[in-house]
């Protein structure tokens, strides 16, 4: 593992740690806000900060907690911000779903599904009038998919040929219900062939290939200057099963907002044991009893900033 491999392992870490401190304080209904955790979102996330140049941009949707922590957000701005005191990364005016951090590159993040992605095309066509060389990123989701603000963006970039990278983060839930039990599929990949834009898919939670990947399409992006769109598959950890009538072991929810009900914090704080977790994936890595090793003066670290 390289010194910049072992610093992204370190943020994924950090990440999940700090996510799973904040997951203790919603159990204690310290926040006065909802929050969306992003646990199993850790991975894109790192690899976009270490991506983005400092002439760029990223907008960001109500579940932005990764990107905040990925971007420098320390863990104590972001508990303050939530319980809306002063001394939270923005000074406890913006929350959680609409926390943005401009200083850090954050310029804009909406709570409102699909309205970040028509504000990206406007962010990218003004970078483009004064010819810079930066890139515009814009995160959404799969649910955000079915709303005409998708396509209409798309066709707004291809149609300018702006320098916008669209990050789809696909979860496979939409609130509290699969993708799968209420619509059709939605095949991204042919619908940027048909738009003819630039297209990328990532699996795996690798995040030194992640951030290979994105380096070089950055650079077709500018190069080529047209609009790119990356489907990351993830899952959204943390699940539960709710209790239903019709299910005899309950119903399994992938909960949206607010507490992970079985997620809890240990020396190695994995949430599952395969490729979707993050965290799972350091341990295939050649520092994986370092890390092991780092992680419990990490968690008592950080638990002291809360103290």
Not at 110 to 135: F, H, R, T, Y
Request: proline share 5%; with cysteine; glycine share 6%.
């Amino acid at each position: 593992m390289t010194a910049n491999e072992d610093f992204l392992a370190h943020e994924v870490l950090r990440s999940r740690i700090a996510q799973l401190l904040i997951n203790e304080a919603i159990r204690e209904k310290t926040f006065r806000v909802p929050v969306h955790l992003a646990m199993g979102h850790e991975a894109i996330a790192v690899a976009v900060a270490n991506v983005r140049a400092p002439r760029d941009q990223v907008l960001l949707s109500h579940r932005n907690i990764h990107y905040q922590l990925a971007f420098g957000a320390s863990l104590k701005s972001l508990y303050d911000e939530y319980a809306l005191l002063p001394s939270g990364l923005a000074g406890g005016q913006l929350g959680s779903m609409n926390l943005s951090n401009p200083a850090a590159g954050i310029l804009y993040t909406s709570s409102v599904l699909g309205n970040n992605l028509p504000v990206a095309a406007g962010v990218a066509l003004a970078e483009q009038s004064k010819d810079s060389d930066a890139v515009t990123f814009v995160v959404t989701g799969d649910g955000a998919m079915e709303e005409g603000s998708f396509y209409e963006t798309l066709l707004m970039l291809r149609s300018q040929n702006s320098r916008c990278i669209i990050l789809v983060e696909n979860n496979e839930w939409s609130l509290a219900t699969q993708i799968s039990e209420r619509r059709c599929p939605i095949d991204v990949a042919s619908i940027t062939k048909g738009f003819d834009i630039a297209y990328l898919r990532l699996r795996g939670n690798d995040v030194p290939r992640y951030v290979d990947a994105l380096q070089a399409l950055r650079q077709e992006v500018l190069d080529r200057r047209y609009p790119a769109v990356v489907e990351v598959d993830l899952k959204s950890l943390g699940d539960w099963r709710m209790p239903n009538p019709d299910f005899p072991d309950g119903k399994y929810i992938n909960y949206h907002a607010g507490l992970a009900p079985e997620a809890s914090l240990s020396d190695w704080p994995t949430l599952r044991d395969d490729e979707w977790d993050p965290v799972h994936v350091l341990l295939e890595s050649k520092n994986a009893a370092a890390l092991r090793a780092w992680a419990p003066s990490a968690i008592a670290k950080m638990r002291s900033e809360l103290a």
